[in-house]
């Protein structure tokens, strides 16, 4: 029984802000729900499975009750991202803030030994200084305006290749890089792995042989000991698959079928 991972899925309110809806990322998703349904295996959706930071909390929710019923049936468990922080304060107390049961399997991260090794399961945005904190940052600023961006353009694409999210961030990644460069540091991307393995290694030895998040958008590996599960709100829908055993890979996922992914991430 194979477990799956997704994530950044940044599900919306359905309208020009809301990149999921756009194309056909529901009819793809739907599609890879019925193969790990269909297969009896278990399913992890590694964080910013909602947009909230440009969207209206009540009325995603809404939007997407359906397929809450859904991954509810499937049991899957739901790893908080920092798009859809909001809701964390949710899982405080005794109390059901949120009360369908889907969100009862809702956590900060978790960790589960499959096979000889210890995997952890987060969203990742802790390693990202500019999203790792509940209080607005720079990254949730970026979001407010790309999304006023694609309001303006009547939705999240410019054209056939290029998103509004791709020219309004690559400006400041671009900014963030080269200040990092002048200050001797790496990019932003190698940066976040490198804060990712230096988290897992801890100060007194290894604390996971396995970390699986997203965040960053880029699915891809790092040797044995991490895996990125992309999005599935951009170009190309990608995920984890961790065997039995232990062994794990990165796949994309096109027209209903799993393609392997054998990208090497930077650190």
Request: include cysteine; proline fraction near 4%; hydrophobic fraction near 35%.
């Amino acid at each position: 029984m194979p477990t799956y991972c997704i994530s950044d899925l940044h599900m919306g309110d359905g309208g020009p802000r809301d990149n999921f809806a756009y194309g056909t990322h529901e009819k793809e998703l739907s599609s890879f729900l019925d193969m790990v349904e269909q297969s009896g295996s278990r399913l992890v959706i590694c964080g910013d499975l909602f947009e909230l930071w440009q969207s209206n909390i009540s009325k995603v929710l809404t939007k997407r009750v359906r397929l809450l019923d859904r991954l509810d049936r499937m049991k899957a468990i739901y790893v908080l991202g920092n798009h859809d922080a909001d809701l964390r304060y949710f899982m405080a107390g005794d109390r059901e803030w949120l009360n369908h049961p889907f969100f009862r399997r809702m956590a900060d991260s978790f960790s589960q030994v499959i096979g000889p090794r210890r995997f952890h399961f987060t969203h990742g945005h802790f390693a990202d200084p500019y999203c790792a904190g509940d209080t607005p940052g720079l990254g949730r600023i970026t979001a407010i305006y790309s999304g006023l961006a694609e309001d303006r353009n009547g939705g999240p694409m410019l054209d056939k290749y290029r998103t509004v999210e791709d020219k309004v961030v690559g400006r400041l990644e671009k900014l963030v890089s080269l200040w990092n460069r002048l200050r001797g540091k790496p990019d932003r991307f190698t940066e976040i792995n490198r804060n990712l393995r230096d988290w897992r290694e801890g100060k007194g030895g290894t604390v996971y042989d396995v970390v699986v998040c997203g965040h960053t958008h880029f699915p891809g590996r790092i040797g044995g000991w991490h895996y990125n599960s992309g999005t599935w709100a951009e170009r190309t829908n990608s995920f984890v698959r961790i065997d039995d055993d232990g062994t794990a890979g990165v796949f994309d996922w096109t027209n209903g079928r799993a393609i392997p992914n054998e990208t090497e991430l930077p650190v």
